[in-house]
């Protein structure tokens, strides 16, 4: 099955890894950027093609990782006309995408999309870049691959632990585009936690279809794709501070998100215990704990903070989500409420 990111040109495509490649990959040539636990379960599979491998966990997503992917595609002999694969999870794409805009100026990339997270949000929208010094994705730039690869076959192999961080950006996406997605994960919390591949691919292809549709009509986050941020401001920092999984922490920021939507008056109690009860079956509030301390500064490094003014994203209801602007003293208060 394919999906078309219209404005982007990206093709997307749900169905079998290693025969896709072959039909994908321009002139069936490419250096393959993957990490070590990928190499592990899947190298067997991989084409003939020269392969770097990153280590795991977002202490890799840095400057030393790009240099040393660099060093290995010249003494392979890349040139302009190479083309990156990236094979993996989040951290594999948005280090491959960044590292094909920068190589020579730039060179053709494709992803293959291999975690949960990276296939509901991460593999797409055209978002590159690595941390510096942990602060999240503070370096970086939009480039859209080629073509993204989503094979739910793959996910068989994902640990529990990546599975349902995973689905925290696929609750996310239902949350501020999809009222009705978010009824179908409720409806569904059973079958989702028991890895119903079928309905797993129908809601991938949900998720990437609301991603896609806005990233269409604001490809730079000059307006609609801010929301796409939900829970993110905070979710950055506990991240950062704490080295929980990404998505886990994005719910621990969804959640502060709701409570603040609800205490503005824009969500009912119902539908904030709605929102906490299924974060909390499908295992993603495990009860991080936050020390305002430590994710205070990491706050004030959001890029989304702009002067003293942060633009911070709220719920108006369930799968419709709102801008709201702060001053930035006012939300650090509302936020340590909560998070204190
Ligand atoms: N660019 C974007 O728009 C965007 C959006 C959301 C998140 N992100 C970024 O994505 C990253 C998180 O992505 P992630 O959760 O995929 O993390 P990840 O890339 O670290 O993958 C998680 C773990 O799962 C393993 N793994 C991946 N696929 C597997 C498979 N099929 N079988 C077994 N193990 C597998 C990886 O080796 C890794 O250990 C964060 O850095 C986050 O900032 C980017």
């Known amino acids: 099955m394919e999906l078309k990111c219209k404005n982007c040109g990206t093709r997307v495509f749900m169905g079998n890894a290693w025969e896709?490649?072959?039909e994908l990959v321009p002139g069936r040539e490419a250096i393959i950027i993957?990490?070590?636990?990928?190499?592990?379960?899947?190298?067997?599979?991989?084409?003939?093609?020269?392969?770097?491998?990153?280590?795991?966990g977002e202490a890799v997503k840095e400057l030393e990782t790009v240099q040393t992917i660099i060093k290995h595609l010249l003494a392979i002999g890349a040139d302009r006309s190479s083309f990156l694969l990236g094979i993996g999870g989040g951290i594999v794409c948005d280090i491959t995408g960044f590292v094909a805009s920068i190589y020579m100026r730039g060179v053709n990339f494709g992803f293959v999309s291999s975690s949960l997270l990276s296939q509901v949000d991460a593999s797409i929208g055209g978002k590159n870049g690595v941390n510096i010094h942990g602060i999240k994705n503070i370096i970086g730039c939009f480039n859209h691959p080629s073509f993204v690869i989503c094979d739910t076959n793959m996910l068989r192999t994902l640990p529990d632990e990546e599975f349902i961080s995973g689905l925290g950006e696929l609750v996310k996406h239902a949350l501020i585009l999809d009222g009705n997605l978010f009824e179908s994960i409720?409806?569904?919390?059973?079958?989702i936690l028991a890895r119903d591949y079928d309905l797993l691919g129908e809601l991938i292809s949900k998720s990437i279809a609301l991603k896609a549709s806005v990233v269409e009509k604001d490809e730079k986050e000059d307006g609609e794709r801010r929301l796409?941020?939900?829970?993110h401001t905070l979710g950055h920092a506990i991240e950062a501070a704490t080295g929980s999984r990404h998505g886990l922490s994005v719910a621990a920021?969804?959640?502060?998100?709701?409570e603040i939507s609800y205490d503005e008056g824009l969500i009912s109690k119902e539908e904030k215990e709605r929102i906490s009860n299924t974060l909390k079956v499908l295992g993603l509030l495990p009860g991080i704990q936050i020390n305002w301390q430590n994710i205070g500064d990491k706050i004030l490094a959001d890029k989304k903070k702009q002067g003293?003014?942060?633009?911070?994203?709220?719920l108006n209801g369930i799968g419709r989500a709102i801008q709201k602007e702060y001053q930035l003293p006012d939300i650090m208060d509302k936020l340590k409420d909560k998070t204190g």
Not at 46 to 52: E, H, L, M
Not at 186 to 191: A, F
Not at 228 to 231: A, E, Q, S, Y
Not at 308 to 314: A, E, Q, R, T, V
């Open 20 to 22: 896709l490649i072959h």
């Open 34 to 56: 993957t990490d070590i636990n990928i190499v592990d379960l899947y190298g067997d599979h991989f084409p003939d093609y020269p392969v770097i491998t990153i280590g795991t």
């Open 186 to 191: 409720e409806y569904n919390i059973k079958p």
């Open 228 to 231: 796409l941020n939900f829970g």
């Open 253 to 258: 920021g969804m959640m502060v998100a709701v």
């Open 308 to 314: 003293n003014m942060i633009n911070f994203i709220l």
